[in-house]
């Protein structure tokens, strides 16, 4: 795995923000050996433009109250909330509308790419509760 530390810290608390707001295909995508400019990507998806406004609005809120706050040095694409590109540098994070998730399809474009793996910790804790 090729990911910082810090791009590590910050997927994995923007993947739980995104899921914590319904986002749907949460994935982390180990970009480092591919890419100069950032270790890793993640990409959410919903399905509609407030639900994506929504989920990027947690994930910046949740970023910005880790120990070691995070502000994204680029915002794209808020305007049409189809598809909302965060850059903090180390993550480039992408909340799509799921048209758009699945016309650009950045999943099969980095298919080569390793993951990173995230588990919803609602899922964990449903799954924890079930169990007793």
């Given at each position: 795995?090729?990911?910082?530390?810090?791009?590590?810290?910050?997927a994995?608390?923007?993947a739980?923000?995104?899921a914590?707001?319904?986002?749907?295909?949460?994935?982390?995508?180990?970009?480092?050996?591919?890419?100069?400019?950032?270790?890793?990507?993640?990409?959410?998806?919903?399905?509609?433009?407030?639900?994506?406004?929504?989920?990027?609005?947690?994930?910046?809120?949740?970023?910005?109250?880790?120990?070691?706050?995070?502000?994204?040095?680029?915002?794209?694409?808020?305007?049409?909330?189809?598809?909302?590109?965060?850059d903090?540098i180390?993550?480039?994070?992408?909340?799509?509308?799921?048209?758009?998730?699945?016309?650009?399809?950045?999943?099969r474009?980095?298919?080569?790419?390793?993951?990173?793996?995230?588990?919803?910790?609602?899922?964990?804790?449903?799954?924890?509760?079930a169990?007793?």
């Amino acid at each position: 795995m090729t990911v910082s530390d810090r791009a590590h810290e910050l997927a994995l608390a923007a993947a739980q923000a995104a899921a914590d707001k319904k986002a749907q295909d949460v994935v982390i995508i180990d970009v480092g050996d591919q890419l100069v400019i950032t270790d890793a990507f993640l990409l959410a998806s919903a399905p509609n433009e407030r639900q994506v406004i929504a989920i990027v609005d947690a994930i910046e809120e949740s970023l910005l109250n880790l120990p070691e706050k995070a502000k994204p040095v680029r915002r794209e694409g808020e305007r049409s909330g189809r598809w909302v590109l965060l850059d903090y540098i180390d993550v480039v994070i992408h909340v799509q509308h799921t048209e758009e998730r699945e016309f650009y399809a950045l999943d099969r474009l980095w298919k080569d790419c390793p993951t990173i793996p995230f588990v919803d910790r609602d899922l964990v804790d449903a799954e924890a509760g079930a169990g007793e």
